[in-house]
């Protein structure tokens, strides 16, 4: 079905295809395609038909969030392609369209909607935060997180060019780790952290690009920071090696 202002998202290796406009009006459709078998599937359908959203991606489930439907909307929604269902999240500050979103750290970044409103969505606590606003305001622009960083590209601006690519960086928090509330994953790097265990000024340090431990962070450089912690910002993680902070455990994990 020829469709209009509709957003994708990759999970699992398929392409969720959510919303859009067809001829019939804004729709709440989810089609699924695998790219291995050449084949489009039909899902569970959005609470809330929308066209103009933003969709992300945070631990496997896709956040579909504002749009119009076909005035401008404040809600979130969560698909869990699991459980083929969805479940409502906590709903924009303000309604946003066109708008566009991108994840990074698990954390998912809101730009556009025809202003320089910039939000930040924290998955974990059901809370927004308001950040630094967007340079060029613009509606529908295209976002997009490349190593740590929100890249904004294009999209129609209330005033001025429209072909800005403009980008924000996460600030670096003063303090440079934060703690594992976690188990330690995979099993394997358990007996490496227990090595450093009795060193008090090493910590394991996390790349989350390819899950695994594979830093040792010498905090005899830094100064002061926790037994283990992890560092799950790859800016942070540039930052800290050219500060001599980092050394590979390459030869030390099986």
Known sequence: VATLGLRAAVVGGKIYVIG???????????????P?????????????????????????????????????????EIYNPVANAWTSGESLPMPR????????????????????????????TNTWQT???????????????????????GGWPV???????EVYTLPVASTPVVTVVASFEPASIQPVLNAFVDQT???????????????MLDCTVLGNCPLVAIIPNPGL???????????P?????P
């Open 20 to 34: 859009g406009w067809r001829a019939s009006g804004v729709t709440n459709a989810v089609l699924i395609y695998d």
């Open 36 to 76: 291995s078998s050449n084949t489009w599937t039909s899902r569970a359908s959005m609470p809330t038909a929308r066209t103009d959203l933003a969709v992300a991606v945070v631990a496997g489930k896709i956040f579909a969030l504002g749009g119009a439907g076909p005035d401008s909307l404040d809600s979130v």
């Open 97 to 124: 369209s066109p708008v566009a979103a991108a994840a990074i750290d698990g954390m998912i970044y809101v730009v556009g909607g025809g202003d320089s409103t910039h939000l930040r969505l924290d998955p974990t």
């Open 131 to 153: 950040l630094a606003p967007v340079p060029t305001s613009r509606s529908n622009p295209v976002a997009e997180a490349v190593a740590g960083r929100l890249y904004l590209i």
């Open 159 to 165: 005033a001025g060019d429209a072909n800005k690519n």
């Open 201 to 215: 000024h090493f910590i394991a340090a996390f790349r989350q690009e390819n899950n695994l431990w594979d830093y």
């Open 237 to 247: 993680m540039k930052e800290l090696a050219q500060r001599g902070a980092l050394r």
């Open 249 to 253: 455990l390459d030869p030390v994990i």
